[in-house]
């Protein structure tokens, strides 16, 4: 019999003003979800890579994937899921399902949403088939979750650079439940915390140092793969908070001890995971004091890939202030904008408000004189190790706008910035500026560290910001840190 892959994946931010649909995921089923995944550097194309090597068939069930936004419209989620559910039931029972999934999405009254997935598949296969799944290092990992998977196989680096090899593990694992070699138990800590993602970087500070440590456990017998969690912060939800999971043979008791054990460390450092965030103005002025560029500054709080809407002017606004010399370049999301510019052509001159046109909480239009440098149907294929690479994305229509120095690259729609060949698909090479604006807390130093002569994380507000306090947060569960100082670790953690 074969195994059944799947891929449904979004990370959600409640507090976003842009809610997700079915649309955004753009479902794909199938011989076409294999033809989309099958030697790219993905989840989906580690499990393909895994089977096939063992000469194992493969039952492609779907693939869908979707940019951060707000909770996922009910009806919309349905839908997802139902046909999750339909396509997993036609055919031959299959030997094992390996699910890739955010771990972070939620729909309207579905606050965990990969449960509820995992509900359905659970059902549909019954309860003796494996179920093995891998999630993103900033999953919120629910008890039901935990319960139901057979195997949690986490990423392990951020920016995340490890998608195909977390696929493949997990694909050995599932075929070694099936041949009988193992007996699967899954543990789960949750910690009372939630920290920003600025400072969670794997290659240097706390992160790293939990990562060590997950490494030395999974050196311990029947210990197979320890993870750690550091949430997607933006969720106001019942079930919230960073964790730890391991996933072992048949020793349940070890499990909880290795997960305890990390999880106790991760508390004793949560503080590390503090950021400290430079206003923009103060950014860019310390960007034109650095010799050559680019210098990269990172407006996390309106980071596309943490759920905002991309339409910030918190950063724009002092770019356009400064009035430079020499180049840079921004994205900015604004449909009505893109449409201003088609209308007008190449080469002319428009007058409009850019931006602020979906959270208009944290940011006001800003009113520009720009000449329409390109012209675009905003697709885009990334190239850098992390997100997608190989598969083409798209931003809907898109325009370039020169102000002065500053290259806007405005799209109908949002898309992830983290990689320079954003840029480098419409005409501007990040290389050859001095500023490169990218919205994103840390994925984008996976592909910039290498040439970029600094980074900085820049301070303005937004539905993603590090400054979690600030958020209008009323449903996780309290006392949590950073939300209540005085949080103590549960005694029987």
């Known amino acids: 019999m074969p195994v059944a892959v799947a891929s449904i994946m979004q990370e959600s931010n409640t507090f976003s003003p842009v809610p997700t649909r079915y649309d955004d995921f753009a479902p794909v089923f199938g011989a076409a979800a294999l033809e ?43 839908r997802l899921a139902g046909e999750f559910a339909d396509r997993l039931a036609k055919g031959a029972k299959p030997e094992a399902l390996l699910l890739s999934l955010h771990g972070a999405q939620t729909a309207e009254g579905v606050d965990d949403a990969e449960g509820h997935l995992l509900g359905i598949a659970r059902e549909v296969l019954g309860p003796r088939v494996p179920i093995v799944i891998t999630l993103d290092l900033h999953a919120n990992v629910t008890q039901r979750m935990a319960e139901i998977a057979d195997g949690i196989f986490g990423y392990r680096t951020y920016p995340h650079v490890d998608m195909f090899e977390m696929g493949g593990r997990a694909a050995d694992w599932a075929l070694r439940i099936i041949a ?12 009372p915390l939630i920290a920003p993602a600025e400072n969670m970087q794997t290659t240097s500070g706390p992160m790293l140092a939990l990562q060590q440590h997950a490494r030395r456990l999974e050196r311990r017998r029947r210990i197979e793969a320890v993870s750690v969690f550091g949430v997607q912060p933006w969720m106001d939800i019942e079930e919230m908070g960073c964790s730890v999971t391991v996933t072992a043979d048949g020793d349940a008791a070890a499990a909880e001890r290795a997960a305890a054990e990390l999880g106790r460390e991760f508390w004793e450092r949560r503080r590390e995971f503090d950021v400290q965030l430079v206003p923009p103005k103060q950014a860019i002025e310390r960007a034109l004091q650095v010799e050559g560029g680019p210098v990269v500054l990172s407006e996390s709080s309106d980071s596309t890939g943490s759920g905002s809407p991309g339409d910030s002017t918190g950063l724009l606004k002092e770019l356009l202030a400064a009035r430079l010399a020499e180049p840079a370049c921004i994205f900015l999301v604004d449909p009505k904008a893109v449409a201003a510019a088609m209308e007008a052509g190449v080469g002319a001159t428009v007058k409009l408000r850019i931006g602020g046109g979906f959270d208009r909480l944290n940011s006001k239009p800003v009113a520009v004189k720009a000449r329409v440098r390109m012209l675009s149907e905003g697709r885009w294929t990334p190239r850098a190790r992390g997100y997608n690479p190989g598969i083409e994305q798209s931003m809907g229509r898109a325009a370039v706008l020169d102000v002065g120095a500053v ?15 954003l840029f480098r698909s419409h005409g501007l090479d990040p290389l050859y500026m001095k500023i490169v604006a990218v919205k994103s807390p840390n994925g984008f130093r996976a592909a910039y560290e290498s040439f970029a002569k600094e980074m900085l994380v820049v301070d303005t507000p937004g539905v993603s910001t590090a400054n979690l306090v600030s958020l209008p947060f009323q449903r996780v569960p309290r006392p949590i840190d950073p939300l209540d100082p005085r949080t103590r670790l549960p005694k029987d953690f």
Not at 180 to 191: E, H, M, T, Y
Not at 407 to 421: A, W
């Open 36 to 78: 989309k995944h099958r030697g790219k550097l993905t989840e989906m194309g580690g499990f393909l890579a895994a089977l096939e090597r063992q000469g194992v068939a493969v039952r492609p069930v779907m693939a869908a994937w979707a940019i951060t936004a707000g909770r996922m419209l009910r009806e919309d989620f349905d």
């Open 407 to 421: 290259h806007i690259l405005v799209g109908e729609r949002s898309t992830m910035t983290v990689d320079p060949e």
């Open 180 to 191: 009988g070699q193992v007996s699967p138990v899954v543990a789960l800590r949750k910690l």
